[in-house]
């Protein structure tokens, strides 16, 4: 397959042009977003959804992330990335797989719907986890594009996928919010370095390859500036796979956390990797494709 995003292959970042649709799917009055909303995802490769979970719906899910943080004996050892220099839990992988309650989450059609719609296909899975940014502690995501990664080291083709965060506590100003450069999804920035043996083994708890240049970014902030969605629990933002993005540390005493699933077109799944010796594993990109089942999901109760 023709290597439409090559990246980590030069000794100089390039910015390259996006050949993929941001909005895959044809709008009607029938879509799951407004056609104002569709065409925002559209240009800023972003979008909030506020408080789309209601009271009851959130509770189970602070609950459940909960139990999830406090009962790792009950997940699969591999699944649970801790902080580098600490043994605080960072994120919980494959969440979907090891959780009722999360793989509902996911199947909820208040996501599953609006990726259909997003990426014009229907949708499986790619990735999911629990991310945990504690009081005090917290540390940084350093700025990146996930297509980036999931192209070079997963093998997705193309730009037929997006991400969804599901916020589980106050996501402020202050403790450590995403972080997006609004339109960065319209170019492909390629990054320079040679992709490690096992490069995941580090890179989920620090990334040091298959990040952008300084330069690179200051140019597209200068055009783009920076947003930091906020919002309170029960809020979704939602992110396309090429949206350059990442979070400052927090050292409020607040901590935050969220849900994040990933979906990716059924037609768009995982070839051998593009830059990588050897696919990262199965808890981290999914290689076993079937399509997300539709599903009512959690409770539909009547958003706050």
């Given amino acids: 397959m023709k290597d439409l995003y090559p990246s980590r292959q030069e000794a100089n970042a390039r910015l390259l042009p996006r050949t993929d649709p941001v909005v895959h799917g ?10 104002e909303q569709a065409a925002q995802f559209d240009a800023d490769g972003y979008l909030v959804l506020d408080q789309l979970f209601g009271p009851e719906a959130l509770a189970l899910l602070q609950a459940e992330a909960h139990t999830l943080l406090n009962t790792p004996g009950a997940l699969a050892p591999e699944t ?23 793989a509902r989450l996911a199947a909820d059609d208040r996501l599953a719907e609006v990726a259909r719609f997003l ?20 540390k940084e995501f350093y700025w990146h594009s996930d297509f980036e990664t999931w192209h070079v080291e997963d093998g997705m083709p193309r730009m037929r996928a997006l991400s969804m965060s599901v916020l589980l ?17 319209r170019v492909f920035l390629t990054c320079v370095g040679e992709t490690p043996e096992d490069h995941y083994l580090s890179s989920l708890k620090k990334q ?28 979704v933002v939602i992110f396309d796979c090429n949206t350059m993005h990442g979070s400052n540390g927090n050292i409020t005493p607040l901590p935050r956390a969220n849900a994040f699933f990933v979906y ?17 594993p ?8 079937r399509p997300l089942l539709k599903s009512p999901g959690l409770l539909q109760e009547r958003a706050a």
Wanted: proline share 11%.
């Fill in 119 to 138: 990426l014009g296909d229907e949708v499986y899975i790619h990735q999911s986890r629990l991310n945990y940014k504690p009081g005090f502690k917290g």
């Fill in 264 to 280: 990716n077109a059924l037609s768009n799944a995982l070839v051998r990797p593009f830059g990588a010796a050897k696919p990262r």
């Fill in 208 to 235: 040091e390859y298959g990040v952008p240049d300084e330069e690179s970014l200051t140019q597209m902030v200068r055009e783009h500036g920076i947003v930091a969605p906020t919002g309170e629990p029960g809020t």
């Fill in 169 to 185: 506590a106050p996501n402020t100003a202050n403790n450590g919010p995403l972080m997006l450069i609004p339109g960065s999804h």
């Fill in 80 to 102: 649970i990335i801790t902080e580098p220099d600490s043994r605080d839990v960072r994120s919980i992988f494959q969440v979907h797989d090891q959780s009722a309650v999360m």
């Fill in 26 to 35: 044809a709008w009607t009055p029938d879509a799951p977003i407004t056609q």
């Fill in 282 to 289: 199965p808890f981290i990109a999914a290689r076993d494709v």
